[in-house]
């Protein structure tokens, strides 16, 4: 499974765009690039997931460039409500075996 | 709605009891996985389940074990509890599909133990 690095943390303001982006140097050509949000004292939750160009849902967009070795997740107009961790994960998605990394712990401030 | 639900939110035990964290999920799904995570070290695997009956070991399986009767609960049991697995347990389900599958993850199970 391909490794991801994405940065630590980041910290917003309530109504800017926020754009998280991972870096995935070794995505395999069936592999799948899917973020996931996680609240404190919850479990993650899926939030999107995109082979190539772009996908949007009504919660964020998925920009992934031609050679897919990056992805960057766009939330628009963040509130306080979008504090949490956001991992970004590749694979095969086939049988499910997910390697959680780090994540990006967002902080969005008043 | 899928729902993946979980036996306790929290849970407390002491050393060398015998402890057994319980999930269900309500869309039938295949597949099902246990998951503990701790600061700093993120998500890891313990167990999954690609069937009734099934599973296969994922990266962290020492001291944990499973059981999967019935298509819709997937149970870990700690055979001896220890203080190091004093942990966030997470419990998951998907459906095998093409190349697109997602997980859900239940609320979790915070586990002490003493």
């Known amino acids: 499974l391909a490794k991801t690095t994405q940065p630590i943390s980041m910290d917003s303001y309530e109504g800017q765009e926020v754009n998280i982006t991972c870096s995935h140097n070794n995505i395999a050509t069936n592999d799948y690039i899917t973020w996931y949000q996680q609240f404190p004292s919850q479990g993650p939750r899926f939030i999107i997931q995109?082979?190539?160009t772009k996908v949007t849902n009504e919660v964020a967009s998925l920009f992934i460039p031609a050679d897919r070795k990056s992805s960057t997740l766009s939330l628009p107009r963040v509130s306080l409500s979008d504090t949490a961790v956001y991992y970004c994960l590749v694979g095969p998605n086939q049988g499910g075996k997910l390697i959680f990394g780090q994540g990006t712990e967002l902080s969005v401030k008043p | 709605d899928v729902k993946v639900t979980q036996s306790s939110r929290y849970l407390v035990k002491r050393t060398g009891e015998k402890v057994f964290l319980e999930c269900v999920q309500d869309m039938d799904h295949e597949n099902m996985f246990w998951y503990r995570q701790d600061p700093g070290l993120g998500l890891r695997l313990i167990y999954f389940s690609y069937d009734v009956k099934m599973k296969e070991k994922g990266d962290i399986p020492e001291g944990y074990s499973v059981s999967r009767e019935k298509k819709e609960r997937f149970s870990l049991i700690l055979e001896s509890a220890s203080t190091n697995q004093t942990s966030m347990y997470l419990c998951?389900?998907?459906?095998?599909?093409?190349?697109?599958?997602?997980?859900?993850f239940g609320p979790g199970t915070r586990l002490l133990v003493l």
């Open positions: 995109g082979y190539k």
């Open positions: 998951a389900s998907s459906s095998s599909g093409q190349g697109k599958e997602t997980q859900y």
